[in-house]
């Protein structure tokens, strides 16, 4: 498998329409209203086809705490809701909820922003999500 960069990533897993992923592109690199935008390295490589949220883990080991995938449900939604997923190593003791759950591209840079500088906690965003276990924002 190709490696991953040891910085926060987008990485597509899906590849059947080569315009969805654009416009996702442009979404997640359009600052919020106040400026924030998400550090993330889009990866864009056949090789990561089908990539699940165990084996994006395993591929950062180091680096980010938390990191994306856009995958077919991302990519033939209307809000592209991107699945965000803690890729840091458990440590000993950690019962916390750290299942992945899906952002929509307005809000990934608050996500990443927030998780990967530890402002605010996983289960912050989990609890904000919508009943649909999509987070749209606070």
Same mark, same amino acid.
């Given at each position: ?20 992923? %654009? ?36 591929? %950062? ?8 995938? @856009? ?16 890729? *840091?190593?458990? %440590?000993?003791?950690?019962? =916390?909820?750290?299942?992945?759950? =899906? ?13 990967? *500088? ?10 904000? @999500? ?5 987070? =749209?924002?606070?």
């Amino acid at each position: 498998m190709t490696s991953l960069p040891s910085t926060p990533v987008l990485v597509r897993t899906w590849f059947g329409d080569n315009g969805a992923w %654009q416009a996702l592109a442009r979404e997640v690199a359009t600052p919020s209203e106040d400026g924030f935008s998400a550090n993330v390295t889009l990866v864009d490589d056949p090789a990561f086809a089908g990539l699940s949220p165990e084996a994006l883990r395993a591929a %950062q080991t180091a680096g980010p705490i938390v990191s994306f995938l @856009a995958d077919e449900v991302t990519l033939t939604s209307a809000e592209h809701p991107v699945l965000a997923v803690w890729v *840091l190593p458990h %440590q000993d003791g950690d019962r =916390r909820d750290l299942r992945p759950f =899906r952002v929509v591209p307005a809000e990934l840079w608050s996500v990443e922003n927030n998780i990967n *500088l530890a402002n605010l906690d996983w289960a912050d965003f989990t609890g904000s @999500a919508g009943g649909d276990g999509v987070f =749209r924002g606070f």
